[in-house]
């Protein structure tokens, strides 16, 4: 009797339909406890107390913490939020990120 049920090699999720996804079945007010849980995190890696953390340092622990981010993720999701210091406004990005 043959399984047809996909494997892992069969499916693919990718970063937007997963977000679409969190979009769509997440309440507006558990997004804003995400804006601020996320943000209260990243703010341990604020070295300056200024809101920006190292955009070397964030793509870190995006690819090694956690759920790991492949390179190519991690530059999607970065992209168009690092300054000319290379810095990123982590509740910017939070917040762009979750459409907040």
Do not use: C
């Not at 679409?20 to 079945?25: D, E, L, S, T």
Request: zero cysteines.
């Amino acid at each position: 009797m043959t399984n047809n049920f996909p494997t892992f090699d069969d499916v693919q999720i990718s970063l937007h339909s997963l977000y679409a996804n969190y979009m769509i079945h997440t309440p507006r007010d558990q997004l804003i406890y995400n804006v601020n849980k996320l943000s209260k995190g990243l703010k341990v890696f604020d070295k300056e107390q200024n809101g920006s953390i190292s955009s070397a340092e964030l793509r870190h622990l995006l690819t090694n913490l956690g759920e790991r981010l492949s390179d190519e993720e991690v530059e999607q999701l970065l992209s168009g939020f690092e300054d000319k210091n290379g810095l990123i406004n982590y509740e910017d990005w939070i917040r762009k990120l979750l459409r907040n």
